[in-house]
């Protein structure tokens, strides 16, 4: 899924009008879910922050808030 992410923002960025001003990439080795094969994602710096962000927002919203405090029993001794 990650390497879907990162994919379809490699696609939707615009073509820079300086190609001599290369931005750095860095590749990262990623796993899909359902397989073991690796798959190798090059992004900029600033590619691979966007996904981070995307993805800690995402566990975010998904994480359950706990609540383990009973009715009627706060502030009795």
């Given at each position: 899924m990650l390497a879907t992410l990162a994919l379809a923002l490699v696609?939707?960025?615009?073509?820079?009008?300086?190609?001599a001003a290369r931005e750095k990439v860095v590749c990262r080795s990623l796993s899909e879910t359902g397989t073991r094969v690796l798959t190798?994602?090059?992004?900029?710096?600033?590619?691979?922050?966007?996904?981070k962000a995307e993805r800690d927002e995402r566990r975010a919203r998904q994480r359950p808030v706990i609540d383990?405090?009973?009715p009627g029993r706060i502030g009795r001794g």
């Open positions: 696609v939707n960025q615009p073509a820079s009008a300086a190609p190798r994602v090059c992004l900029t710096p600033d590619a691979w922050a966007a996904i383990n405090r009973r």
